[in-house]
């Protein structure tokens, strides 16, 4: 019945600093970005290779979400990268403080984790 994950959705509470981030810092391409006057927000779209994944939301004023201690609900986002250790140097570059790398005991792969600018938990996974 399911083919794959068509997208996910995230809200941010600065659409401009989160649009650099997710463009700029992570290189995520823009498929498409709408302005919805009725609803003053943003929609945009953003591919993660060559898939169009992640949709970028900007509404006004959206509550905060408890993220520390690990609350109900999506625990974090997955990238996979080709070299844990080069992606790892380039966020670091571009002002991404990044987790100390550990390596996964089910897969033996290494991965870590670093925050968007909500605090949004998001994981870089070593192919």
Request: charged fraction near 30%; glycine fraction near 4%; proline fraction near 6%.
């Amino acid at each position: 019945m399911l083919n794959r994950i068509h997208h996910a959705a995230i809200i941010c509470s600065d659409y401009k600093v989160s649009k650099t981030f997710y463009t700029e810092t992570l290189g995520l391409e823009i498929e498409a970005e709408t302005y919805r006057e009725e609803r003053n927000s943003y929609k945009l779209d953003l591919k993660v290779g060559d898939t169009y994944q992640i949709e970028l939301f900007s509404f006004q004023n959206p509550p905060e979400r408890p993220n520390q201690p690990e609350a109900r609900g999506l625990r974090h986002l997955a990238f996979e990268v080709d070299s844990l250790k080069e992606a790892v140097k380039i966020l670091n570059e571009r002002g991404v403080e990044t987790e100390p790398v550990r390596v996964d005991e089910l897969t033996g792969k290494a991965y870590t984790f670093f925050k968007d600018p909500d605090g949004l938990p998001l994981e870089l996974y070593e192919r």
